[in-house]
Nanobody, 125 residues
Framework: QVQVVESGGGLVQAGGSLRLSCTAS????????MGWFRQAPGKEREGVSC????????YYADSVKGRFTISRDNAKNTLYLQMNSLKPEDTAMYYC??????????????????WGKGTLVNISS
């Protein structure tokens, strides 16, 4: 049984930092593009950042470029998202996602094989 579990969310002030983690079990982690998506109240779920199976290729949404860094540790089946210079508009539920794909990086919400249940990030102004 596949499980995808996020952690690390919380309440921080604008300008602060958070590090999200996502641990996946029950799958061959290195066969998957991994990614972070977020959904704010009343908005569509959007791709924040995704990383290819080896960690060599990453995608970042324009809104987070230069502030967020994605990484993965295939030996630990774990995905990370370091978030710096946080803004109130980063407030959302953040979801970890796994897509079985080994030819590059895709960061679309469609075609995801597995989703986590999310971790809440709340940035106060």
């Amino acid at each position: 049984q596949v499980q995808v579990v996020e952690s690390g969310g919380g309440l921080v002030q604008a300008g602060g930092s958070l590090r999200l983690s996502c641990t996946a079990s029950g799958l061959s982690f290195s066969d998957y593009v991994m990614g972070w998506f977020r959904q704010a109240p009343g908005k569509e779920r959007e791709g924040v950042s995704c990383i290819n199976w080896s960690g060599a290729s990453m995608y970042y949404a324009d809104s987070v470029k230069g502030r967020f860094t994605i990484s993965r540790d295939n030996a630990k089946n774990t995905l990370y998202l370091q978030m710096n210079s946080l803004k109130p508009e980063d407030t959302a539920m953040y979801y970890c996602a796994a897509r079985k794909f080994k030819w590059g990086v895709i960061c679309e919400k469609y075609g995801i094989n597995y989703w986590g249940k999310g971790t809440l990030v709340n940035i106060s102004s």
